[in-house]
Nanobody
Framework: QVQLVESGGGLVQAGGSLRLSCAASGSFSSIDHMGWYRQAPGKQRDLVATITSGGNTNYADSVKGRSTISRDNAKNIVYLQMNSLKPEDTGVYYC??????????????WGQGTQVTVSS
């Protein structure tokens, strides 16, 4: 079993910054993609940013230029640095990881979510 534990959310004023972290633990062979998704109240869960094990990144247009995703492969941690935050960035941020098991199959895992609230 694999666990993803997020941290770093909170309340911040517009224009401020937050750094989210997500640590993966458990029994597995490797982690392929890792990423962050946001779910605003009453809306679907949307992609914010992803990063491959090789460091290739992908961002939602809404956060490009304001956010940076990175990962520490040795520690199985993914980070999301968010700057110039806007009220529309408010939501629950979920960490996602595509994990390869020790017998070779892949499965997606999700964290429990961390709340980010940006006040205007």
């Amino acid at each position: 079993q694999v666990q993803l534990v997020e941290s770093g959310g909170g309340l911040v004023q517009a224009g401020g910054s937050l750094r989210l972290s997500c640590a993966a633990s458990g029994s597995f062979s490797s982690i392929d993609h890792m990423g962050w998704y946001r779910q605003a109240p009453g809306k679907q869960r949307d992609l914010v940013a992803t990063i491959t094990s090789g460091g290739n990144t992908n961002y939602a247009d809404s956060v490009k230029g304001r956010s940076t995703i990175s990962r520490d492969n040795a520690k199985n941690i993914v980070y999301l640095q968010m700057n110039s935050l806007k009220p529309e960035d408010t939501g629950v941020y979920y960490c996602n990881a595509r994990v390869r098991s020790r017998v070779g199959w892949y499965r997606d895992y999700w964290g429990q979510g961390t709340q980010v609230t940006v006040s205007s």
